[in-house]
């Protein structure tokens, strides 16, 4: 077995967090690195790893909370809008391999760019053929 994930010590109540939502499946609390106020973190109370080993019903869970969270979220923090994402992978910065959902309120000026500033595309993106990615990815969920 490997070692619980700190997400699951806040799960069994061994690493305090400010919870702001639980059900039998589903956690919620502040991000204790908050990119803003009210930056929520959403998991699943089990630790699957990514969104993939999530299972379907649990996942459904997961953003059925996220749904009801981000208005209530914005209208504690007086904000004018929300950034929501997940960090997918490693190699998308995922610290804790644990799923969640990251609730960042947004606020008129903040400074903060929109979810295509995390990376510069580069002539990568440009010059790949849309039809052949489009065509693996249809092949790839049949
Ligand atoms: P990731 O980079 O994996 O997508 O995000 C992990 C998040 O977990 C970070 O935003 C970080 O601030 C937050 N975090 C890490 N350790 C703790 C903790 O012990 N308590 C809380 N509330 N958040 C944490």
Redesign the pocket.
Known sequence: MSEPT??ER?VDGE?P??IVHETDTVLA???????APG?T?VIPKAPHKRLRDTPPELSADVFDAVRALTPAIENAVDADATTIG??DGPAA????PHL?V?IVPRFEGDGGGPIHAIMDAGTDADSADPGEIAASIVDELE
């Open positions: 700190i997400f806040i690493i967090a400010e609390f502040l991000d204790a690195n908050p990119l930056h973190l997940i960090n910065g995922q610290e804790v969640h990251h």
